[in-house]
């Protein structure tokens, strides 16, 4: 813990001629001290000076004072009229210019000033602490902290985050003495983060810049250029090909809800039930429609959203006592790796159906996304299931319901445990629902941007929706906005001449100008081989993330006898430990102390019961990513041992 001197004169502050941070800045710059700017008294230093303390403060840094030389141009005036009560101005003599001057008299009459400077540095430093030391107490009094039983979470277990740089927090620690130590963001915080250092400083200079030229602007019946830079970037990316509207909001959970009221829409234009509808009474309703969805989906925590997933831990009594379940959910079979073989995972419903081995072992991930798996003996089965299942809806019933979309997230699931979900059967899922007419949504608040290592899970699965979600990665994780693409066929079921038929649903928000403004570098960034070093391109021209977990670690880690499956793609490596029944699902405590080991090894994850999993960002090395897994590996070996001698005393 200390301080640090930045000294900034008029046209030489700290950066090169490229306009990258110095080698000594940047080594520096991951701590956040706080720091005493030695501004310009000179010609021109005012605005110098202003420059570099509002440099400063862009990528993060407090700055307690600011100190110049006088040069007779009382340039501190203007500083301090400027600056107001931010920070201090101080101003010192002039500097003998006499290469013979022992400076006695000069440090004489500068000694005001530096003991100023010496009591205003410890008063910062001395309140740093404190709030510091005091953070964990405090936060367990005034937070209610999301998916987080408070009773399990004394002080002691509360992470004390002061500043974030890259993948990387920087942690407060208490123990025996105060130190910064760094963890690796291995949970990318809730699955938002993305950008490297860089990216950050980038996102934070042009946010600033949206939010000094437009502040929050009203979106309906208005354009302007971050919005629309952000939208032709989505059409043009995760939406080409088959999306043509854009749909702003502000998080993924609303951005489902959008996508249902849109699918509905289109069901009930297309199967003869809007006409009906409006030529009576617009506010009434005369079926109930429903999803198509998979068992241990997970689509937001708004009551639409949580209606659109199949029961589960979150959607209990205890959690929504209205949930009723307005779907018709699937068990769908799953892929893993265990023992180095990648196997699929066939619910019960399939347990009777002959099939061969090369049905359902792979000896390589990619051949899971094959094409040619289409003609294979599962895709009929997969097929005629769902259309099975789909028949019970195919007229109207007593209860007059229907299927009215098909949701999903394509590839995997994430908050259910992260599963991967065998793409041969979702894509027979949305074969079949285009037969029968049903619009297609999938859920990329998770998977879009890079996250799989594509920029769009629809190229693995090798189909497009009708409308997609996406969130998250999209603005690089560095602030809510979200998005929902649909095509002309989409958008066409709510045109019309009544207002009642437009889509009555908006965000104070919507398309705000700094969310599209970094939305429009992330998604320009994560793209461009020259930022991300990780993007390659295949014969095809096919963009993709060059594989970023080590095959081998990988093979090893699933072939550890605390492990029951392995799941690896893009920026993700998630493995489930084998445990008891009653020590698996959400609510398990199993994995804790495994969870405390690694945390205390810089790397901090945060498990979904007794699944831990560790996320990079699109730009993170292979080599970064080959730590972490290592790491693992290592106290993975030292929670067996303890769980070992447990189970033997």
């Known amino acids: 813990m200390g301080f640090v001197w930045w000294r900034l004169p008029v046209g030489l502050p700290v950066l090169d001629p490229l306009g990258r941070f110095n080698v000594i800045f940047i080594g520096i710059w991951p701590l956040r001290f706080p720091g005493v ?17 509002e440099s400063l403060k862009l990528r993060g840094y407090d700055v307690v004072a600011i100190v110049i030389e006088d040069h007779g141009l009382i340039n501190e005036i203007p500083l301090k009229s400027y600056l107001r009560s931010r920070v201090p101005v101080f101003v010192l003599p002039p500097i003998p210019q006499d290469p013979s001057n022992d400076l006695m ?6 000694c005001n000033v530096f003991n100023s400077l010496k009591d205003i540095m410890l008063e910062a430093y001395l309140e740093r602490m404190r709030r510091l030391n005091e953070m964990p107490r405090k936060a367990g009094d005034v937070f209610w902290w999301p998916f987080t039983q408070h009773k399990l979470v004394p002080p002691s277990a509360v992470t004390v985050i002061d500043s974030r740089y890259g993948e990387n927090f920087s942690v ?12 690796f963001d291995a949970c990318a915080s809730w699955w938002t983060q993305g950008p490297d250092a860089t990216l950050q400083t980038e996102l934070a200079r042009d946010m600033g810049y949206a939010a000094a030229r437009f502040g929050h602007v009203m979106f309906p019946e208005n354009v302007y250029e971050p919005a629309l830079e952000c939208a032709e970037l989505l059409l043009d990316g995760v939406g080409k090909g088959w999306a043509t509207r854009v749909y702003f909001s502000d998080n993924g959970s609303t951005a489902i809800e959008i996508a249902l009221k849109m699918a509905f829409r289109k069901f009930s234009s297309d199967h003869g039930i809007l006409p009906e509808l409006l030529k009576n009474n617009p506010t009434e309703s005369c079926i109930e429609l ?5 068992k241990g989906s997970y689509h937001g925590d708004t009551l639409g959203a949580m209606e659109a997933q199949a029961p589960s ?7 929504q006592p209205w949930y009723t379940g307005r779907g018709l959910f699937l068990d769908p079979p799953t892929v893993f790796m265990h023992n180095g073989k990648w196997t699929v995972s066939l619910p019960e419903v399939f347990h009777s159906a002959t099939l061969k081995p090369e049905d359902t072992t792979f000896r390589a991930r990619d ?16 097929s005629l299931y769902v259309s099975q299942q789909l028949s019970q809806y195919s007229t109207l019933s007593e209860t007059n319901k229907q299927i009215g979309a098909l949701i999903m997230e394509p590839i995997i699931q994430g908050a259910g445990g992260m599963h991967m979900v065998d793409p041969l059967f979702q894509r027979m899922l949305v074969n079949e629902c285009r037969h029968c007419r049903i619009p297609v949504i999938f859920d990329e608040v998770f998977t879009g941007f890079w996250r799989l290592g594509v920029e769009s899970a629809a190229e693995l699965l090798g189909c497009v929706p009708d409308m997609a979600c996406f969130a998250k990665l999209m603005t690089g994780g560095i602030i809510p906005l979200a998005a929902t693409m649909a095509t002309d066929a989409i958008f066409d079921s709510f045109t019309g001449d009544s207002k009642l038929k437009a889509l009555l649903h908006g965000h104070s928000y919507s398309a705000h100008a700094m969310g599209c403004t970094a939305a429009a570098k992330s998604i320009k960034w994560f793209k461009d081989p020259y930022t991300n070093l990780n993007i390659t391109s295949e014969k095809s ?7 970023l977990w080590d095959a081998e670690l990988v093979q090893q880690i699933s072939s550890h006898p605390s492990v029951s499956r392995v799941v690896t793609l893009g920026t993700l490596f998630a493995l489930e430990l084998q445990a008891d029944e009653s020590d698996a699902g959400y609510a398990s405590l199993y994995a804790r102390s495994l969870v405390q080991m690694l945390r205390e090894d810089g790397i901090y994850t945060r498990p979904l019961g007794n699944v831990i999993y560790v996320m990079c960002g699109p730009c993170t090395s292979p080599k970064m990513c080959t730590l972490q897994l290592l790491k693992l590996y290592t106290k993975l070996e030292e929670f067996t041992l303890v769980k070992t001698k447990m ?3």
């Open 37 to 53: 700017l030695v501004g310009d008294g000179r010609l021109g230093g005012i605005s110098g000076t202003i420059s570099a303390y």
């Open 105 to 110: 008299e000069w440090f004489d009459e500068s």
């Open 172 to 183: 407060y620690k208490v123990q025996n003495k105060e130190y910064i130590t760094q963890q």
């Open 290 to 294: 429903m999803v198509l969805a998979l």
């Open 313 to 319: 831990s979150f959607t209990g009594f205890l959690q």
């Open 367 to 382: 051949e899971i996304f094959l094409k040619s798996r289409d003609e294979s003996n599962l895709a009929g089965l997969y």
């Open 541 to 547: 021209q096919k963009m993709l993330l060059r594989e």
């Open 647 to 649: 189970n033997i005393n």
